[in-house]
């Protein structure tokens, strides 16, 4: 077999591993952000590096909710010239304290925190800020990682405990999910191909849950096949008041 399908098999296999193990807390991720969307309140998603991504991959996305939010902050977006800088800002204690004091958020919003190992200052600050001020915290983590590796914070904690709600990606340590005889790293990480399927599940439900009240959902249509624009264009008016990115 070669790496291709056992790489391929591997991501089948953790997919299926958090299905079953995180079914309770995906559940409780999807009622929380049907809340949240039913009583008007706000979503927002958050991450720093590669963790970044998966909080940029839920918005503005076709077939994805509108009302999502990405939180970014020069130096955590893989934005900077040097990569390496980007390690430094997200080990910068203070940084996710000032990001939220000009985020917006308020208390009753859901702000679902990315991040594989949790240990790092700028989204344990973000957590805490959250927290402190009445805002729902859904985490996805990586915790094989997380509760072996010691927190960077001076607080002592990881992100995971800092969730209302945590979802375990159920990733290996370290994240890469591949190893070859005689070469001692591991290659090809699972997280954002397993974090993107387990967050599109929520969002999934987040859907059904309003269309089971009778609330129609924000979704957009690809502005790629006719009629897309006109709906969106809908879609953005009827949820101007939640949407911060336009």
């Known amino acids: 077999m070669s790496a291709i399908n056992s790489y391929l098999n591997r991501i089948k ?17 999807a009622q929380m952000l049907y809340e949240a969307t039913k009583q008007g309140k706000n979503l927002y998603t ?22 999502f939010n990405p939180i970014s902050a020069p130096g955590l977006m ?9 390690t430094d800002m997200e080990r910068l204690e203070g940084y996710g304290q000032v990001i939220f004091n000009n985020s917006g958020i308020v208390a009753g919003d859901v702000i679902i925190i990315h991040s594989v190992s949790g240990r790092n200052p700028a989204t344990i600050d973000m957590a805490m800020a959250c927290r402190e001020a009445g805002v729902k915290v ?13 927190s960077r914070h001076s607080g002592g904690k990881n992100l995971y405990e800092f969730g209302d709600i945590v979802i375990d990606n159920c990733g290996d ?3 890469a999910a591949m190893s070859f005889p005689g070469f001692p790293q ?61």
């Open 138 to 150: 859904i985490i996805l983590t990586n915790m094989n990682t997380s509760t072996v590796e010691p």
């Open 78 to 86: 893989l934005d900077l010239p040097k990569a390496l800088m980007t």
């Open 173 to 175: 340590y370290g994240d």
């Open 13 to 29: 296999e953790i997919i299926d591993t958090a299905a079953e193990r995180e079914a309770d807390s995906m559940e409780a991720a």
């Open 186 to 246: 591991k290659v090809a990480p699972s997280s954002t191909a397993v974090g993107a399927a387990l967050l599109y599940a929520v969002v999934a439900r987040t859907v059904e849950l309003l269309l089971e009240d009778g609330i129609m959902p924000p979704v957009f249509v690809s502005a790629n096949v006719e009629g897309g624009d006109e709906h969106n264009k809908k879609v953005l008016e009827q949820y101007k008041d939640h949407i911060f990115y336009m």
């Open 46 to 67: 958050f991450g720093n590096g590669h963790a970044s991504l998966l909080a940029l991959e839920l918005y503005y996305r076709t077939g994805g909710m509108a009302t």
